[in-house]
C-alpha cells in the first residue's frame, strides 16, 4: 500500500483542489478544523465524521472527486428506483421480505473509499450485508425491504460523494463467476488430492515400506486420483474430445491421453501387481496445468468487468413530457416519438430529434474528445452523450436496439469475429508433437510386442509418461504469464491469450489520432493579449469566468492558471447558450465566449488572424463592456511520448501508419509533428475498418491502438488491438492490450517484451523437444526406472518455467 | 503395520472429505471473488476509536 495522502492547508482537505480566496466550508476532523472548498464537500466531509468513519482520511491512498451538491432533483429521481418495475431488471428475491442487487460504485479511487462504503451502509439499520469488490467497484447489497427502502442506501452513497448505479447482473457475468468457481474447485481438488498422493509415493519409491503394505498403498493412492483423474482434468479431456472431433489436435489432446493412459495403466498395475503405478504423475501434471491456465484467465476476467461496467452508459430514466405534465418513467417504456426532457448535466436516454431548447452536447462517448457540439432546433442528439448548458426537448427516434451506440456495439462484435488470427506456435508444434509420440508409441509397443508381449504393456506406459507433454504444455503459458506480469508492472495490461503471440510478429503499427497519439482534452496553445492587460490576467479573467460554468473548456483554463488561489470571485455568474459565459467582477461585466461573443468589436477579429498559425484550433474571445481583451487558441496537445514512441518503432523495423475521423489539416498537423508518414483522414468507422483490411490483405499483421467508441471496430478487426487506459469502456472491452499507463512508449516495451516471450517459448518448445528425443528411446528400449522417469519428468517442467522466469 | 495403515489412510480420507465440503462452501460463498480487497481491508483499523492515545496522532503531525 503507497503512504496515505496529504493535502496542503491552501487545499480542500476532501479533494485536494485550491480552495477558493473568501470561502469558508470548515469541518472538524479528529479535533482538528479542516477547510472545504465546496459546500459539495463538506457535506460529504460531515456525513463522514458524523458517522464516525474519519479514519477514512487517514487511510485513503488517492483523492476523491470532488463532491457535488446534492440536488434535490437527483434525489428525488433515486425514489423511482423503488418502483417495482424498474427493480425488477436488478433486484433479487434472496428472502421473503430480503432483496439483493447489485451496484456499481463511481468515484472509488482508493481501498479506503471501499472502506468507507461498506463500513457506512453496514451501520444503517435494515442493510443485512454489504460487499464491494476492490477490482470491479461492484457491490453487492442485501437488505431488509421491511425497514429500509433501495432509494435510501442509495442516497446514503451519494452522502459520501459516490455514486450508485444498478446494474442488472448479465447473463455472461454469472456464466464467468461459475466458471471461476469451477475452476478453483477444480484446483481444489487437485491440491488436496496430489498432496496425499505425493506422500504416498514418496514413500513408495523410499522402499522402505513392507511389500503387504504396498498394495494398500497402491490402491489408497487409486481412491485419491480417482476425483483428479475424473473430475479435476475434464476439461483437458473435454478440450481434447471437441479437437478429435473437428479432427484437429490441440495441446490438450497429449495432455489427456498421458493423464487416461497413466491412469488406467497404474489402476491395472494395481490390480494385476508390476513394478510401478504413475497416480503421482496423473496428480502433479493436472495440478500444474490447472493452476497456470487459471492465473492465465484471471487478468483477462478482470478487464471483461471493467467493459461490463459500459452498460451504465445510457440512462435508465427519462421525464417524459405528455399533455404539458412532466413525467419521469423508465426508458424501456419509452416509444419512438414520445417527447422528452433532458436538462443541463443529464445523459440524454435515446436517440433524438431536438424539437426545442438550445444546447451545446458533449460526445466525448463517440469521438472520445470532450468538446461542446451546438444542437439546436433539429439538430440530432445520440444516447450517452451528456447535455451542458441549456435545457432540451428531444422527440425520441432511436431507442436500445436502434440506438447509434448498439450499432456500434454491434460493429464491434463482427468485426472481432471476422478477425483474421496467426496460428500459434505452441498449438502447431503441439500437433506435430502429438502425431510423432502416438506413432512412436505405437511402433514401441509393436516392438516389444515381437520380442517380449508381457512387458509390451508397461513400455508403451513409460513411453507416455516419460513423454509426458508436461514441459511442452508449460512452455508457452509459463512465458505468457512471466512476460504479462512484467508489463503488468508497466501499466499494460494483457487481456486476452494470444495478445503476446501476435504482438511479437507485428510488421505494422496504426495510431488513431484524438486520444492516442493527443490527449484528447482541449489545452491552450496559445495566448494573443489584444489590449494592455498581460498574458496571466487574461487567463485569470477566463479562468475565473469559466469555474462559474461546467462547460468542457473549463478545464482547459483552470489547468493554464498557475495560482488557482488568486482567481477572482465572479458575481451573478451566466450561461450564454451557445455564445459563452459572462460574470461580473470588481464592478466590471466581462464575457468570454465564441466568434458572436466578440461580434460588437469587429476590429479585434481581423488583429486576430495571426492565430491562423493554429489551424484546427477553438477561438475564444475575452471581451469587457467595451474591448476585446485578448483571444485564446485551444487544442488538443500531442502526448510527450509519442513522437518518441514512433521513432522508436520505426527503429524496430516496424511501419507506422496514422487513421483518423478529423479533417485532413488536423491530421497532417499532428502526423508531422509526432513523425508519422502514412496516413489517412476523415475516415467514418466503418471505412477504418476498410482500411484496416486492405492492409491485411496486403500481408502485414497490424497492431491498432485506439481509445474512442468509434475506434472499438478496428480494434477488434486487428490481429492485436492496444486501448488506452482513459479510453471509453468500449474501445477497452474491445482490445487484447490496455495501456494504463496511457504512455505510448510501452508500446514499443510491449512489442520488445512480446519478442522476447517468443524466443523464450522457442526455447522452451525447443527444450521439450529435446529432452523427449533423448528420453524416449531408453524409454522404448526399457532403461528407464521408474523414478527416473518421474525426477525426469519434474525436471523438464521445472527447467521450462525457471526459463520463463528470466522475463520478469 | 497393516491395520493401524488401513486405519490411518481412513481417517485421511475422512478429513479429506471435510476439507473439500469446506473449501467448495468458501468457494460457493464467494471468498475467492475478491482476491485483492481483503490484503487492502486488514489496513483499516476498525478497533482506533478504542484505543486511548491514538486520538492525539492527528496533532502530533
Redesign the interface.
Known sequence: ?STPQTVSAQNCYHCGLPIPAGTHYPVE????PRNMCCRGCQAVAEAIVRN?LA?YY??RTALPQSAQDLVPDALRQLVLYDHPDIQKSFVRDAGAHTRQASLILEGITC??C??LNE?HLQQLPGVIEV?????SHRARVTWDEQRIKLSDILKEIQLLGYHAHPFSAEKQETLR?EQ??KD??RI??AG??SS?VMMLSVALYAGVV?P??VN??RY?SL??TLPVALYAALPFHRSALSALRAGRLNMDVPVSLAIIAAFVGSVFITMRGGTHVYYDAVNMFALFLLTTRFLEHGARQKSAEAAENLLKLAPVMATRVRDLQHEIVAVLELEPGDIILTKPGETIAADAEVVDGESTVDEALLTGESRAVAKAFGAQVIAGSVNLEGPLMLRVTGLGEDTVLAGIVRLLDRAQAEKPSIAQLADRVAAHFTAALLLFSFAAGLAWWWFDPSRAFEIVLAVLVVSCPCALSLAAPAAMAAASSRLLKRGVLITSGHALETLAHVSQVVFDKTGTLTFGKPVIQKTLPLSHLSVEDCLRLAASLERASEHPLAASFMSAVQEKSSLFPVETPQNIPAKGVAGIIDGKRYTLGNRSAAAPFQRAIDDASLLAAYPNATLVWLCDETHVLAAFAIDDEVRPAAAQAVAGLKKAGIKVYMLSGDAAAAVAHIAASVGIDNWQAGLRPEEKVTALQVMQRSGEIVAMVGDGVNDAPVLAGAQVSIAMGGGTQVARAASDIILLSENLSEVNTAITTARTAATIMRQNLAWAVVYNLVALPFAALGYISPWLAALGMSLSSLIVVLNALRLR | ??PI??SL?GL??VF?II??FG??WA??N?Q??????PA??I????D??MIPHN?LR??DK
Open positions: 500500500m476532523i479528529e479535533h482538528t464516525g479514519d487517514r487511510h481501498a479506503a471501499i472502506w463500513r460487499q464491494v469488490n476492490y477490482t463467476r471461476r468457481a478453483l474447485r481444489a481438488v488436496i488430492c496425499q513392507e503387504a503394505s494398500i498403498m489408497a481412491l485419491l | 503395520m497393516t495403515l488401513i489412510l485421511t480420507l479429506l476439507i473439500v473449501i467448495f468457494i460457493k464467494g475467492f471473488d475478491d482476491l485483492e480487497g487492502q481491508r489496513l483499516m483499523d476498525d482506533d476509536p486520538q492527528d496533532k
